[in-house]
């Protein structure tokens, strides 16, 4: 069965600081990876996607995130921190099911302290 | 623009009284989808779409309908709302399901 998990549901950061925020995955078949961020009161952004390639992936807003197969992780990093960067943030697995939907991870809320 | 919007973004009604939500996509997608988000749950899917007059159930289906008579449109139907689907509500579609799905900007729905 496919899964994700999202370690941390609150990380807290301060401004400059590295951001770190986790995710592993658990899938039977080549995944497709994303991470969405949600502002309050909105929908849900897309930051960077893995589908094949490069492991190493760029997003928006200076965000990257790297696919390590033999870790089963896709963790988010980016690495200075700013105040507009206090979102939720959504590991999201797809590829692997026929009904085509994404499996979201439970979120990590950032904070940014200044 | 590129878009997908929902409506309403916000309401609040009563126990039993049926209600639709509507959602709309301008980009031409064959998938579409509905996911509910709860507090410590994330998203989960209620149900999906490949294409026009094909639908079928996700992961938390019950209580809910849908229909998928335009490529473009995908209402979600609440025949006899529960306080228990009080929840904020995501549409999204996309090209088809390997790529990204791109999202509403969400309902918030109260049933008292």
């Known amino acids: 069965a496919q899964s994700v998990t999202q370690l941390g549901s609150h990380v807290s950061v301060s401004e400059g600081a590295l951001v770190l925020l986790r995710c592993n995955y658990s899938s039977s078949v080549p995944p497709y990876l994303f991470w969405y961020v949600q502002y309050p009161n909105q929908g849900l952004q897309l930051l960077l996607k893995?589908?094949?390639?490069?492991?190493l992936v760029k997003g928006i807003n200076g965000f990257e995130a790297e696919f390590k197969k033999s870790e089963t992780s896709f963790h988010l990093t980016k690495p200075s921190a700013h105040m507009s960067d206090a979102a939720e943030y959504f590991c999201a697995l797809g590829g692997g099911g026929s009904q085509g939907n994404l499996i979201f991870g439970k979120g990590t809320k950032l904070s940014v302290k200044p | 623009e590129a878009q997908v919007t929902q409506n309403p973004r916000y309401l609040i009604t009563v126990t039993g009284k049926k209600l639709t939500v509507t959602c709309s996509q301008n980009m031409n997608h064959e998938y579409m989808s509905w996911y509910r988000q709860d507090p410590g749950l994330g998203l989960r899917q209620i149900y999906y779409s490949m294409n026009v007059e094909v639908t079928d159930k996700g992961d938390v289906p019950e209580g809910y309908k849908v229909s998928r008579k335009e490529k473009r449109n995908f209402p979600l139907i609440l025949e006899s709302p529960s306080p228990n689907q009080t929840s904020l509500y995501f549409c999204?579609?996309?090209?088809?399901?390997?790529?990204?799905?791109?999202f509403g900007p969400g309902t918030r729905l109260t049933v008292l």
């Open positions: 893995y589908t094949t390639g490069a492991t």
């Open positions: 999204a579609s996309s090209p088809d399901r390997e790529h990204e799905q791109f």
